[in-house]
C-alpha cells in the first residue's frame, strides 16, 4: 500500500506520488506574526510535522518549505497603533511561535526553507511584471492588481461559481480596480509605511503574491504539496493558483493541495470579541504540550474539530497510561536492537500503523494502534521487550511523542488515601465495592460496571460510572484491546 491523501483540488483520495522522487516538496503557508499565535495554528502545523515525519519514513528526501508573512497590513496597523517599529513586533511574535512549536515538537526548519516575504522583494516584483506583460494585472491609482476575468479556472479550488463570488465582491472606497474580484498584488506606499522601490512606484506586495513568488523560487514551477489551513482555500490558495498558472511552464503549480481542518473553541469561532481567543503559549504553560499533540492525532486532520480544554485531561491520562507502559518495557528490554530486526520481529504491528497513516495520515488509526501495542508490549517476556521497544519508540518518534529522559522520569500521580471513600459517596449505593480489597480492586469493579451497562446501551449510567471515577482522580481509556485507567496529575 502506498501513501495516499485527500486532494482539495480534484475533491478525491489519491496516490501520493512526486514530481521528482526520491525528493518530496513541500510548500505550507506560514505564520503572519502580527499577533499571538493561537491553538488553531498548532493543528495545521502539527498536522504537516507529522506529514514530514512520515514522508521521511518512507524514504523519501522531504524539501519543506514555510514561509513567514514578515510584511502585511495586520503587522502595520499593529505598529500604527502601539508606536513599535513594525520589524519589532514581527520579531516577538515570531519569537513566541518559534518556542510554542519547540514545545510541541515540531520539527525545526532549516533557515534557507523558512523565507521571509521581505527577503524575497525582487523575485515578488519580476513575478508582478510578468503577469502585466501577458495581461494578468494591471497597475492602478493606488497600486497594482490581478485582472480575475482573465483567469477562466478562478474558483475551482474552492468549488466557487465565479457569477457568485462577483455577486457577493464590492470595491473599498480608496481602491481603485477594473472588477471588485481583482485583488493587490502591489500596494503604493501610504506616508510612514513601509515600502520598496518597484517599476510602478514604492511600495509593498499584497499576501497572495508573496507565496507564490517564495513557492516558485524555492522549489521551482512545479512541486508535489501545497498546505495549508482550510481557512486559506479562499481567497488566498485560489490566488496562488491563479496568480502562478499563467507564468509557471508547468501544471498544475502543485500536484496536491492539503488542508487542515478548521478548529472551534468552545463550539465557536475563536475571537477576542468572544472572550474565547487565548495565547498559545498561555495554554502551553498550563498543560503538557505532548498531552495537547496527543488530543490532536485522536482526530482526522481534514475535520472540523470543536476544542475544549477539559479534553486535554482525558488526553493527559491517555499519555499517562503510554508513559507508565513504556517505562515498564523499558524496565525488562535487553540490549538495544536495530530498527529492522524490531520490524521483523513485530511486522504485523508496523504494517498496521502504516496502513492507518497510507491511508490519508489517519492518526487516530495509528495512535489507536501504538496504544493497543504499548499496552500489551508491557507483559512481553525480557526477549522480545528489546525489539518491541525500538518499535514502539520509532512509532512514537514518528508521531512526534518522543520518549525522551524527562518523558521517562515523570512521576506517576498517586491515588489519595480517602479514594475508596470518594468513590463510594460519589457511587450512592448504584454500584457495591463490599468485596474490594483495594483502590485497584474498586475501579475494576466499576470499569465491570460500566461494560455492563455500555453492553446494554444503558449510556446514562455508563456516563455516571465514569464520571464518578473522574470525580475521585481516574480517567479511563477506552480501546480495543479493554478500559485502562489512569491517575490524573
Known amino acids: 500500500m502506498s501513501l495516499k491523501l485527500y486532494n482539495t483540488r480534484t475533491r478525491s483520495v489519491e496516490p501520493f506520488e512526486p514530481v521528482a522522487p526520491p525528493v518530496a516538496s513541500l510548500y505550507v503557508c506560514g505564520l ?149 474580484l481583482d485583488f493587490a498584488l502591489w500596494k503604493f506606499a501610504k506616508p510612514g509605511e513601509p515600502s520598496w522601490a518597484s517599476p510602478w512606484g514604492a511600495g509593498r506586495p499584497g499576501w497572495h503574491i508573496e507565496c507564490s513568488a517564495m513557492a516558485r523560487e524555492l522549489l521551482g514551477d512545479q512541486f508535489d504539496l501545497h498546505g495549508g489551513g482550510a481557512d486559506l482555500i479562499f481567497p488566498h490558495h485560489e490566488n496562488e493558483i491563479a496568480q502562478s498558472e499563467p507564468v509557471i511552464h508547468k501544471h498544475p503549480m502543485a500536484n496536491f493541495w492539503v488542508h487542515g481542518g478548521i478548529l472551534l473553541s468552545e463550539s465557536r469561532k475563536m475571537s477576542k470579541s468572544l472572550g474565547n481567543f487565548e495565547p498559545l503559549y498561555e495554554l502551553l504553560d498550563r498543560h503538557d504540550p505532548q498531552a495537547i499533540r496527543l488530543l490532536f492525532l485522536q482526530t482526522g486532520y481534514s475535520k472540523v474539530m470543536n476544542f475544549r480544554e477539559e479534553a486535554i485531561g482525558a488526553a493527559d491520562a491517555t499519555l499517562q497510561t503510554l508513559r507508565d507502559n513504556f517505562r515498564m518495557l523499558a524496565d525488562k528490554a535487553t540490549e538495544p536492537k536495530s530498527l529492522e530486526e524490531a520490524r521483523r520481529s513485530f511486522s504485523e504491528f508496523n504494517s498496521a500503523v502504516e496502513a492507518a497513516l497510507d491511508d490519508d495520515m489517519n492518526t487516530a488509526s495509528a495512535l489507536r494502534e501504538v496504544l493497543s501495542f504499548a499496552s500489551s508490549a508491557r507483559n512481553f517476556e525480557a526477549v522480545r521487550s528489546g525489539p518491541a521497544l525500538r518499535i514502539l519508540e520509532y512509532w512514537l518518534t514518528i508521531l512526534g511523542l518522543e520518549p525522551s529522559e524527562a518523558w521517562l522520569k515523570k512521576r506517576v500521580p498517586k491515588l489519595p488515601s480517602d479514594f475508596v471513600e470518594c468513590l463510594k459517596k460519589q457511587l450512592d449505593g448504584a454500584v457495591t465495592l463490599a468485596n474490594a480489597a483495594s483502590a485497584a480492586d474498586a475501579i475494576q469493579i466499576v470499569i465491570d460496571e460500566r461494560k455492563k451497562a455500555r453492553s446494554e446501551r444503558r449510556w446514562n449510567e455508563s456516563d455516571r460510572l465514569r464520571d464518578a471515577l473522574a470525580h475521585c482522580g481516574v480517567s479511563l481509556e477506552d480501546t480495543r484491546e479493554g478500559t485502562t485507567w489512569t491517575v490524573a496529575g
Open 32 to 180: 503572519t506574526p502580527s499577533a499571538e499565535t493561537h491553538i488553531g495554528h498548532a493543528r495545521t502545523y502539527l498536522l504537516f510535522d507529522v506529514l514530514r515525519r512520515y514522508l521521511t519514513h518512507l524514504g523519501y528526501d522531504v524539501r519543506y518549505v514555510q514561509n513567514v508573512t514578515d510584511i502585511d497590513d495586520r503587522s502595520i496597523a499593529a505598529a500604527t497603533e502601539t508606536g513599535q517599529d513594525w520589524r519589532e513586533i514581527v520579531a516577538r511574535y515570531y519569537a513566541s511561535f518559534k518556542n510554542s512549536m519547540e514545545k510541541l515538537g515540531v520539527l525545526p526548519l532549516d533557515p534557507a526553507c523558512e523565507p521571509r516575504a521581505t527577503e524575497y522583494v525582487p523575485q515578488i516584483i519580476e513575478m508582478i511584471g510578468e503577469l502585466i506583460e501577458r495581461g494578468f494585472a494591471y497597475a492602478s491609482k493606488d497600486g497594482v492588481y490581478y485582472r480575475v476575468s482573465r483567469f477562466p479556472d478562478y474558483g475551482k479550488l474552492s468549488n466557487r461559481n465565479l457569477s457568485e463570488l462577483e455577486a457577493g465582491a464590492r470595491i473599498e472606497v480608496d481602491e481603485f480596480k477594473e472588477d471588485p
